[in-house]
């Protein structure tokens, strides 16, 4: 259906609404697709019936609707718009089954934002699909911000497709030392991308190959990258580790444990040789999926770090389900080391000891701060004192220099 704001309006600020269904896939998945059929029409209809003063309503795909509303300003469109969420998430009853969905809804103005009916469009759509990651169930409008941020994100979401096969993808790694020798024992594998628009780091587009599903094929080469590098450096020093990150959609692909399997197999590589990390947020999932995945890769002789712990979903008490093999102590509890820090690493440890897990402390910065670390006795320390993340070919001078 064509989209046109009419010479009428012209002179009329106008609110274009873009509409999307929260949890319709779930109905089309779970009850079918004729079921679902019949509860975008009842969702149809009352996007029209609600909206009896709009200048337009219709229908702009799977499950989607544009309105457009006379706009005399943002209180009054954002009344409309929650009114229609409030009206589109009552429960849809149609003989055997009930079922609730919701709406999140974005919002552009004419001529404020842009005077074509395309870009109108696209913005509205651009404030939906933001408002739909931040608050589901919510109104957002856009602004020039906005479309900067998405700008970018998609710019580095169509390159990121191209940037294993590129060249760009690169591997930095940091040392895991012994607490009481000072030897290095691990490194840390951490990814970086040197894009065409320069070096992009991990919290700029991990989330974004999560988000358009390429954290998949990322993570795999990272894994396949850290083994086939963890191999030199165990030329130099037989007992070095690698430890690699791993995503919750990358650790829950029932492929997941084949594909490292293949990778070992590929390199000749030791499933010991490899520790794999994962954050506290997994665990607010599925715990016990997740706990039945530890525990096959532990059976492959492969430890399992919890990174970052303390600033996510567990509590110190929650320890013992976790069943890994190494808990990794926040940088923010190091720094505090001095202070409130000192009693959260101290029941950390405790707990820890009891439950046979190593201790690695990350971020730390200074010697005041190892020397706290190891009086305490956790077994490992990583940070900016010991060494930034390095090239892999500096990380092997590390490891030649400490050898000799």
């Known amino acids: 259906m064509g989209v046109r704001i009419a010479p009428v309006y012209a002179e009329q600020s106008l609110a274009i609404l873009f509409i999307d269904l929260d949890g319709f ?196 080469w990272v894994l396949e990258r850290a083994c086939q590098q963890a191999k030199v450096f165990q030329q130099r020093s037989p007992e070095i580790a690698i430890c690699v990150n791993v995503s919750v959609v990358q650790f829950q692909d029932e492929d997941f444990i084949e594909q490292i399997s293949n990778v070992f197999q590929k390199h000749d590589f030791e499933p010991s040789g490899l520790h794999i990390e994962i954050t506290e947020s997994f665990f607010a999932s599925d715990k016990l999926g997740l706990m039945k995945q530890i525990k096959a890769l532990q059976e492959m002789d492969i430890q399992i770090s919890i990174d970052d712990f303390g600033t996510g979903y567990s509590s110190l008490s929650s320890m013992q389900d976790m069943g890994v093999d190494i808990v990794k102590i926040d940088k923010s509890f190091v720094d505090t080391i001095q202070g409130s820090g000192l009693s959260i690493i101290t029941a950390v440890l405790h707990i820890a000891n009891e439950l046979n897990y190593q201790v690695v402390a990350e971020g730390v910065e200074t010697e005041e701060q190892a020397k706290i670390l190891r009086d305490l006795n956790v077994d490992y320390l990583q940070g900016y004192y010991f060494s930034r993340p390095m090239e892999s070919e500096q990380a092997l001078e590390y490891l030649e220099s400490q050898a000799s």
Not at 37 to 42: E, I, Y
Not at 43 to 60: E, H, I, P, Y
Not at 113 to 127: C, G
Request: aromatic share 8%; glycine share 8%; hydrophobic share 40%.
């Open 25 to 220: 896939k779930g109905i089309n998945d779970t009850l079918g697709h004729e079921v679902g059929d019949r509860v975008l029409s009842m969702a149809a209809l009352r996007v029209k019936n609600f909206s009896t003063d709009s200048q337009l309503v219709c229908r702009w795909g799977g499950d989607e609707f544009l309105v457009v509303l006379s706009h005399e300003g943002h209180q009054q469109t954002s009344t409309f718009a929650k009114g229609l969420i409030e009206k589109m998430s009552e429960p849809y009853v149609d003989g055997t089954y009930r079922v609730t969905i919701g709406a999140t809804i974005g919002i552009s103005i004419y001529p404020e934002h842009s005077q074509s009916k395309e870009e109108l469009i696209q913005h509205a759509d651009m404030a939906m699909y933001q408002q739909k990651r931040q608050a589901k169930g919510s109104v957002g409008y856009f602004n020039e911000t906005l479309r900067l941020q998405l700008q970018r994100e998609f710019n580095l979401r169509d390159q990121l497709i191209t940037a294993a096969e590129k060249d760009e993808l690169n591997l930095v790694y940091q040392p895991i030392v012994n607490a009481k020798t000072g030897k290095v024992e691990a490194f840390e594998a951490l990814l970086r991308w040197n894009s065409a628009l320069g070096l992009i780091m991990p919290d700029q587009f991990i989330a974004i190959a999560g988000q358009y599903g390429q954290i998949k094929n990322i993570g795999l």
